[in-house]
């Protein structure tokens, strides 16, 4: 069964860079087959969509976060993680990470993180 574990500060001043890791246990992520996702939830909202390691190992990201943003992973370490630049008090949320599994066809098994909460403050 593979579990994820988001770590990271939990308080980060603004214009700073938000950095968070990403743990995995359990099971194999190496293959092809996982896409490595971060979403945050700021307080009050739905879930934000930020960005991924894609299946053939390249990153994508949210255009309106695109140029703040970067996703990088360790395989070896089972690891993936975030940074988002320039933070402001408006990235305050609970930032979550999630792999997703391809099962063939259209179906997918998701993983989930337990979820961080991040608040930007001076």
Not at 34 to 44: F, K, L, M, T, V
Not at 69 to 98: G, H, M, N
Not at 110 to 117: A, L, R, V
């Amino acid at each position: 069964q593979v579990q994820l574990q988001e770590s990271g500060p939990g308080l980060v001043k603004p214009s700073q860079t938000l950095s968070l890791t990403c743990t995995v246990s359990g099971g194999s992520i190496t293959t092809s087959n996982y896409a490595w996702h971060w979403i945050r939830q700021p307080p009050g909202k739905g879930l934000e969509w930020m960005g991924r390691i894609a299946y053939d190992g390249s990153p994508v990201y949210s255009p309106s976060l695109k140029s703040r943003t970067s996703i990088s992973r360790d395989t070896s370490k089972k690891q993936f993680s975030l940074q988002l630049s320039s933070v402001t008090p408006e990235d305050t949320a609970v930032y979550y990470c999630r792999i997703r599994e391809r099962l063939g066809g259209l179906l997918h098994r998701d993983y989930w993180g337990q979820g961080t909460q991040v608040t930007v403050s001076s």
